[in-house]
């Protein structure tokens, strides 16, 4: 079945400093790769996403990187802010029709001024 | 847009009663709607997917009996934890499906059995 495994945390970080969760997944095929992030209190929002091999996903300085190669998405951001603190999760979806969302743990980054 | 809520956010409940939790698509009319459940420092397990009219569709080894699922409209959906057990302790995390395949989380609602 399918699966994600994301570095656990909690991360903490000192604000412009360069963040990175590593995100693995195995799964049949070539499924959809998403980060989510939850901020306290509220629900989970997509972040970006990528569909296939090598695309890119980008969204508010974060960026990952589809990697077929190493099943890979890692999230990054070149200089986060203390708005940065939430939990990110990593998530897949298969491409057959009825497939959910799979989840990885959530990693709770905590971003210091 | 695309807001969900849920309501309770939080509830404590003697072992042995029934608890209530609703999931609100605010501004959007969502057919299809999830419901998840998360442990401490654990993953969302998707428990049901829930479609307006119909009967939801429930999981590998989730009891449809004893989480009862509604959506009696396309904006609401409930989730009922009957007989609750203090195992049945969890963070519960509803999501509603708006313009095409993305999903739209509600802030949670965190059940605690006593």
């Known amino acids: 079945g399918n699966s994600v495994t994301q570095m656990e945390g909690p991360v903490t970080l000192s604000e412009e400093a360069f963040l990175t969760i590593n995100c693995t997944y195995t799964?049949?095929?070539?499924?959809?790769l998403f980060w989510y992030v939850q901020y306290p209190g509220e629900g989970l929002q997509l972040l970006l996403k990528?569909?296939?091999?090598?695309d890119k996903g980008s969204n508010k300085g974060f960026e990952a990187t589809y990697r077929k190669e190493t099943t890979s998405f890692h999230l990054e951001k070149g200089s986060v802010q203390v708005s940065d603190s939430a939990v990110y999760f990593c998530?897949?979806?298969?491409?057959?029709?009825?497939?959910?969302?799979?989840f990885g743990g959530g990693t709770r980054v905590l971003v210091k001024p | 847009g695309a807001v969900v809520s849920q309501h309770p956010s939080w509830v404590i409940c003697k072992s042995g009663t029934s608890v209530k939790i609703e999931c609100r698509s605010l501004d959007f009319q969502a057919t299809t709607m999830f419901w998840y459940r998360q442990f401490p420092k654990q993953s969302l397990m998707l428990m049901a997917t829930?479609?307006?009219?119909?009967?939801?569709?429930?999981e590998q080894g989730v009891e449809k009996d004893k989480f009862l699922i509604n959506h009696a409209s396309l904006t609401l959906s409930t989730l009922t934890v009957t007989s609750a057990h203090p195992e049945d302790s969890s963070f519960y995390i509803c999501?509603?499906?708006?313009?095409?395949?993305?999903?739209?989380f509600g802030p949670g609602t965190r059940l605690t059995v006593l």
């Open positions: 990528a569909t296939k091999a090598d």
């Open positions: 999501s509603a499906k708006y313009q095409g395949d993305t999903q739209y």
């Open positions: 799964a049949t095929g070539y499924p959809s």
């Open positions: 998530a897949l979806k298969g491409k057959a029709a009825g497939n959910k969302l799979t």
């Open positions: 829930s479609n307006e009219g119909s009967k939801a569709t429930y």
